[in-house]
């Protein structure tokens, strides 16, 4: 299951204005994969310890690589306790940018001002 975080600005002037590149996408899909994390349904912590993080100078890419995935995030099979979890729920992405997206892009500023150093 891939989850892709794109800049709303054309690349080109995000790269001349922003400074985006892989190393800033990189960061923004890792805080953004740690800042999920509650939210991902948790049994045996599979789904949330099987996760690929990549970018390239045009986006950040999270990958829940176990097979079921797919299933756990639209909700067709979310048979899970929120013993372990307690925000767990499908759309887990959705979820965190409610309740925490201005702490990713506080982060992802912050991290960019320091490369701009």
Known sequence: MNMTFKWNK???KLINDLGI???LNLFMANTAM???NPFVPM???ALSQTVE???TDKVGKIHYQVPYAHYQYTGVSFNFSKEKHPLA???WDKAMMLAKKNELI???ENYRKG???
Do not use: F, I, W, Y
């Open 43 to 45: 049994d045996t912590g």
């Open 34 to 36: 740690r800042l999920m």
């Open 89 to 91: 729920t499908h759309h």
């Open 115 to 117: 490369l701009a150093k």
């Open 21 to 23: 590149n892989q190393k």
């Open 10 to 12: 054309s690349e080109p």
């Open 53 to 55: 993080v990549t970018a």
């Open 106 to 108: 506080k982060s992802v």
